[in-house]
């Protein structure tokens, strides 16, 4: 995808890159693969405490309502997503203030934290599954946010690597279906989160060695660096400022040489030119937060993310209700889910190269006055309007309650989510500024926490009101799905209206700095 050319700087470059991509695959999304971990769960008794007898009037027949249980394996899935979302903020401001290594550190405390809790509980000890599962989704979304960045040591291709890390952090749901196969083996829940905790060894390691202190400019400057680096490296740096500031100094003499020519030249410019530029103005955190662009993507978001995450609380209570309590059938469509979300990082760049698009034409410059954030924002329609249609599609088919059909539904899950998280990330860092990045994609996220609140009553309407069946929900999703589209079209709109602005700039001047 990327050349690795031109020394150690470069290699340096390409191991943040591939070591992030791994982090990615193995720690960030490991919580989406919740379906494969509650068929474990239930065979280790958790929360098995809430399962009843009951006895049919018809022909007396005993049988055994796992309702309870599967509400609360639910409500542990819901709990941590609103907890994620609840923390985006905090974290977000954390990381744009204190920069990617505190960021980092936190989110390693927290992966350590969940895995450890998961690894000491029992089925005595269920209620520990809520506060794990929670630091779990937290760890993992804040390690994706860090790596987010790392896009921008390669500009050509950043829309693309960040829709790759997306859709590695995707397809680490496939680490919950590799226990699920290993419990079936005869490996312990506790053995294998276990070794997910000396995983977090790896984690410190990338933080202090390939990831910086600070965070990683856009565009990128081309002297700069950041992780471990060898002495020679530094050295090289030095000579290479020395040499700099030789030539600057060459610079000064010739000038002196040249004064009445400079003079003069001077002279003529400051009548056609004022002597300092008036110096936009910096854009501030609230004008982002109370523009169109952010209220509408905020919409975006809302309405997918309720979407998605309805799904995955939901998918083992639906799938077993299809497929009429057959465990068996019940666990090969999980498997079949969960390794349809490993090939998320196969479809993941799809999307970054619709984004990237324009990039790819040498031998087509921007136009007169346009500028790198417009040429970018106008490429992102397209990738919004596909989400949009993908969340529909994805509605429409969870909703028939066809269990073949949902053969159909784990794949546009997964080629949703993949759009989705990706698209999220690069409109943030497109149409806002860098330094506000953090904190513009923790506001979303918590902001959504107060809609994702509605799986509750959701979910009890569905179990006490609907007797298990979610058709009517399910309904009313896919036309709530629909809002998803004023989004692209709002930016589609946005970018015209930049053009048109564009024409007329000369005439009317430099104006305050919006988003």
């Avoid at 500028?371 to 990738?383: F, G, H, N, Q, V």
């Avoid at 896919?478 to 930016?491: E, G, K, N, Q, R």
Wanted: some cysteine; glycine content about 4%.
């Amino acid at each position: 995808m990327f050349e690795c050319q031109g020394g150690r700087v470069q290699l340096h470059y390409c191991l943040t890159v591939l070591s992030g991509l791994l982090e990615s695959l193995f720690f960030t999304g490991i919580t989406f693969g919740w379906a494969s971990l509650v068929f474990v769960l239930k065979i280790d008794g958790y929360f098995a405490g809430y399962c009843t007898n009951t006895t049919r009037a018809e022909d007396q027949d005993v049988s055994i309502d796992c309702r309870g249980q599967d509400e609360h394996l639910s409500w542990v899935m819901s709990v941590a997503t609103i907890a994620n979302t609840l923390t985006r903020l905090p974290i977000g401001y954390v990381f744009d203030r204190c920069g990617t290594t505190v960021a980092r550190l936190i989110a390693v405390c927290f992966y350590t934290t969940g895995t450890l809790l998961i690894t000491l509980s029992r089925a005595e000890t269920s209620v520990l599954l809520y506060p794990a599962t929670a630091c779990l989704v937290i760890a993992g979304t804040t390690l994706y946010i860090t790596n987010v960045q790392v896009a921008n040591l390669f500009d050509t291709y950043r829309s693309t690597i960040i829709n790759v890390y997306n859709g590695a952090y995707d397809s680490s749901a496939a680490v919950f279906l590799i226990i699920k196969l290993l419990h079936e083996k005869g490996v312990s829940l506790h053995s294998c989160f276990f070794f997910l905790t000396l995983c977090s060894i790896f984690q410190l390691l990338r933080t202090f060695l390939l990831m910086p202190k600070g965070h990683i400019p856009y565009p990128l400057p081309d002297t700069y660096t950041y992780g471990f680096s060898c002495p020679s490296t530094r050295r090289e740096r030095r000579e290479e400022k020395e040499n700099d500031k030789e030539d600057q100094e060459l610079d000064v003499k010739r000038n002196k040489d040249d004064k009445t020519a400079e003079a003069e030249t001077s002279a003529l410019h400051l009548l056609k030119k004022p002597l300092v530029e008036p110096k936009q103005e910096e854009v501030s955190f609230r004008s982002c937060v109370m523009s169109w662009l952010f209220l509408w993507h905020l919409l975006w978001v809302v309405t997918s993310l309720l979407c998605q995450f309805l799904y995955l609380s939901l998918v083992n209570p639906m799938l077993t209700r299809l497929a009429n309590n057959d465990q068996t059938l019940v666990s090969h469509y999980t498997n079949v889910f969960a390794i349809t979300q490993l090939c998320a990082v196969l479809l993941s760049p799809l999307n970054g190269l619709i984004m990237d698009r324009h990039k790819h034409k040498p031998h087509k410059p921007l136009t007169q006055g346009e500028t790198k954030r417009e040429a970018d924002l106008s490429s992102l329609p397209l990738s919004l309007s596909l989400n949009s249609v993908q969340c529909f599609l994805f509605c429409v088919c969870f909703t028939c309650p066809v269990l073949p059909l949902q053969y159909l539904t784990f794949i546009l899950q997964v080629v949703n989510s993949a759009f989705f998280y990706a698209g999220h990330q690069a409109f943030i860092s497109t149409a806002f500024p860098m330094q506000h990045f953090g904190k513009l994609s923790g506001l979303v996220m918590t902001l959504s926490s107060v809609v994702l609140f509605l799986q509750f009553p959701i979910q009890y309407v569905i179990k006490h009101q609907l007797q298990g069946d979610p058709l009517y929900v399910n309904v009313g999703l896919t036309v709530l799905s629909l809002l998803t589209f004023i989004h692209p079209v709002h930016v589609s709109l946005y970018c015209k209206k930049l053009a048109k602005q564009r024409k007329t700039k000369e005439a009317n001047g430099h104006g305050s700095a919006k988003c």
